[in-house]
């Protein structure tokens, strides 16, 4: 592909990636709130928590409460242990 070839397809490209933009701020807006609702009825401060691009379940936002030896330890739970309601050995 040449050069100018390359920058035509920039120039085509250029507004999806505006839309894909636009999207991912709505749904990232979205899921804030679904968390703020989340740690409000569960009375913890709670996230989605990500691994290469995908939700893989849900932990403390206080990072000192992700040490196993914190008084107020809070671990991850997988999205497979919240759908089956059975804990994993991960």
């Not at 050069?3 to 035509?8: A, I, M, S, T």
């Not at 703020?36 to 290469?52: A, H, Q």
Request: proline share 2%.
């Amino acid at each position: 592909m040449t050069n100018k070839e390359q920058l035509q397809w920039l120039k085509k490209l250029k507004p999806f990636l505006k839309l894909r933009d636009i999207a991912y701020d709505k749904f990232r807006k979205r899921e804030y709130e679904i968390e703020k609702l989340m740690s409000k009825i569960c009375k913890e401060e709670l996230e989605f928590f990500y691994v290469d691009g995908e939700c893989v379940g849900i932990g403390s936002s206080i990072f000192a409460n992700r040490d196993s030896t914190s008084d107020d330890y809070y671990p991850l739970f997988h999205n497979e242990e919240i759908e089956s309601g059975k804990l994993n050995d991960f």
